[in-house]
């Protein structure tokens, strides 16, 4: 196939470069962890995994998180639904220690495009991580 022989010395080029660049961010899955995402910024990258799974509609879930990058000093998560320009009814509880969180009391509470938002602060700077669901 010829989309398989282009995968050749270039491709293999960039790829070990990406690898090199994104060592610090490489933010291996915690043992144990299956599911959830990964998002990549620029300081940090976390890793998270939702309690059930499957984010449910207008049910309380939780999460557990593992940032990777310089240290944090604070961290908010919160639900934002971009179509609708409006966030959830609950104020989540973050707690952290060190790198890794739980996060207790989101309630995506319709169905719909939502953003799960990390809000990320430290001696670094701040930066606000999001990924993307879509609940039916
Ligand atoms: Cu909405």
Known sequence: MAGRRQRGPAF???????????????????????????????????????????????????????????????VKVRGWMPDHRHGMNYRAAVTLAGPTGAVRGLLFHMPGRWQLVFDIAGAAGREKLVAETVLE
């Open 12 to 74: 293999a080029a960039a790829l070990a470069f990406v690898l090199a660049a994104g060592a610090a961010n490489a933010c291996e899955r915690p043992q144990g962890w299956t599911g959830g995402g990964k998002i990549v910024g620029k300081t940090w990258t976390v890793r998270w995994q939702s309690a059930p799974a499957a984010i449910p509609v207008g049910a309380h879930f939780s999460l557990r998180f593992r940032l990777c990058g310089p240290p944090v000093a604070r």
